[in-house]
């Protein structure tokens, strides 16, 4: 199919509830698997983006003090629009991101789940009656939207990335900014006119597109927002704490580096299955993504030899015309270049690759950012590919021969997102579970993220959490009021 149509939104701005030309320079945004253009995007001025700001203050307080009801049913029609919508709204996003179009569906409806699961949250955010040291006093907790949340957001996961942030602060009573990727920002501005169509409230949704540096710094550094909610590489997220001028709430959801351990005691066609799906799934552009995978000497050589073949069954295409291929392209030039890098430096350090290693030839990959998953064996830790997110579909492969071993080369990072387990002997389950240095332990399995469960980083992999109440909780303060009735005094 052909690209799909972007010029209502290419150059808009979405600003106190109406889409505006963007009065900034232009930005081209290109399909990845072609090559090719799509439309574009206007840097957001200075101008543009205080009048932003100063509608999501006036939205915030209307919308911080409407009954938590509407703002419920508020999501919930958000969310039945989104569905409805699915399939334009993931042709949006496979245009400008690569990913096959089945794929860019679901996420499309994972995200419309987050409407309905924020919209049944909102109605649940209780206080709480703590008990005082003398008679006659009582005190309440009770939780107050935080205000203006700029949303800071990457371009792997162009829909849900952005919603966690969007339904949490719509559910709280916030107003939020949202700054999308440069490279995927047609997803946001689908969204925003979902938000429109849902009838919320004019400036308590705006999408102001542009570069990182610029208008996402802008955002930072503005005093009319009072929270950044960011998503990205730890690099950005930690100058995004260093660099924000005054006391701001932040909540950072950054890079991964991504152990898989495999005992002896796993299922090995389930550890192969899953290790198959998060290491490559997305081209392997995934902060949960398997970067490095531990295996039991006993069984390294039949783990590798099933997971080489389960790599090389891939299927691989243009995400627009192939909506059921495995995989697409990779979303741009960089992360194709850092995955060549990680592996040319495996390479030159002993590894062996034994799936993968080339981009696919033939008609339709020519203009593309595409490459076979790759598996390399035999690492160590002085390999880039075990040491540093590669954000790409390579994933390298080491023996093991004591649990211990295992769980202290897992934990050799300065990175806290992610990691996984196949066992099926209890001891080793507790005993690794117990000591993965991880916000997340997925064990059998390999999704990590589960709507409502909290899903946050450790170390250098972030602070705060979304999903679940936790999720929920990022986007409120917490006012503690003491009241003297007198009563029993
Ligand atoms: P990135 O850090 O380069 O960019 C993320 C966002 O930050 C973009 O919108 C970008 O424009 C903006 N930005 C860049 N410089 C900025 C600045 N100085 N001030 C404010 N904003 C700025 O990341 P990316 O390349 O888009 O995404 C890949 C990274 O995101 C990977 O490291 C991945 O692990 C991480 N990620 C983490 C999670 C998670 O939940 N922990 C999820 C997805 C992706």
Known sequence: MTNVDLSHISGKLFIGGAFVEGRGERIDVLNPARGEVIGQIAATTAEEIDSAVESARAAFRTWSRVPAKTRSNALHRLGDLIAADAHRMAQIMTSEQGKPLNEAKGEILKLAEACHFYGEEAVRVFGEIVPNDQNGYQSQVIREPIGVVGAITPWNYPAELVGWKLCASLAAGCTILIKPAELTP???????????????????????????????????????????????????????????????????????????????????????????????????????????????????????????????????????????????????????????????????????????????????????????????????????????????????????????????????????????????????????????????????????????APYGGRKQSGIGYEHGREGLLEYFNFKHVRLFHGVGA
């Open 186 to 452: 047609f997803t946001a501005l689908a969204i925003a006119e979902k938000v429109k169509e849902a009838g919320i409230l004019d400036g308590v949704v705006s999408v102001l597109t542009g570069k990182g540096s610029i208008v996402g710094q802008a955002l930072v550094e503005h005093p009319g927002v009072d929270k950044i909610a960011f998503t990205g590489s730890s690099a950005v997220g930690l100058h995004i704490q260093r660099s924000c001028p005054s006391v701001k709430r932040l909540s950072l959801e950054l890079g991964g580096n991504c152990p898989l351990i495999v005992t002896k005691s796993a299922d090995i066609d389930a550890a192969v299955k899953g290790a198959t799906r998060r290491s490559f799934r997305n081209m392997g552009q995934i902060c949960i993504a398997i970067n490095r995978i531990y295996v039991a000497r006993e069984i390294y050589d039949t783990f590798l030899d099933k997971f080489a073949k389960a790599a090389d069954a891939l299927t691989i295409g243009d995400g627009l015309n192939n909506p059921a291929a495995d995989i697409g392209s990779m979303a741009s030039a960089d992360p194709l270049a850092k995955t060549r890098d990680h592996l040319a430096d495996a390479s030159d350090k002993g590894a062996r690759v034994i799936a993968g290693g080339r981009a696919p030839e033939g008609a339709g990959f020519e203009n593309g950012f595409f490459f076979r998953p790759t598996i390399v064996a035999d690492c160590t830790h002085e390999m880039k590919v075990m040491s540093e997110e590669t954000f790409g579909p390579l994933v390298g492969v080491a023996p093991f021969d004591t649990l211990e071993e295992a769980a202290a080369l897992a934990n050799d990072t300065p990175y806290g997102l992610a990691s996984y387990v196949f066992a099926r002997d209890l001891q080793e389950i507790y005993q690794l579970s117990a000591e993965l240095d991880y916000g997340n332990v997925a064990i059998n399995n390999v999704d990590a993220g589960i709507m409502n």
